[in-house]
């Protein structure tokens, strides 16, 4: 079976990607309401090119994201830019990202757990 071919996202709209994100989740009753004692710093890697960012999350609420991997991550993202950006815009479904092995993590279960419940709130408008 082969793989979708997916276009590869550049560095500068997956960052403003990231940022309309972080915006949403920080904007989000959910995400407050149940992460509010989350503190994480994620690293997002495209696997596709050199693109890496930094989103750091203090008592559940994302800063603005940075580019380039900075300080000792608590939890590591890698995938494909093109799906890493459809997550972010919320046009796909995380879940089905994660099922499938697009997306990969590296990090606690605990953060992992966190972050997939900011991004399903986040894609959910909630």
Known sequence: ???????????????????????????????????????????????????????????????????GPTGTPDLVVRGHSFDLAEIFWGDANPVSNYMQGAIRTQGRSEDVMRLDAMAMFVFLGQ
């Open 1 to 67: 079976m082969s793989e979708p071919v997916h276009e590869s996202v550049g560095a500068d709209e997956l960052l403003d990607a990231l940022r309309e994100y972080a915006t949403k989740a920080g904007a989000s009753p959910r995400v407050n309401k149940t992460l509010g004692a989350w503190d994480c710093r994620i690293h997002i890697l495209a696997t596709d090119h050199d693109a890496a960012f930094t989103l750091v999350v203090t008592g559940g609420q994302p800063a603005e994201p940075t580019p």
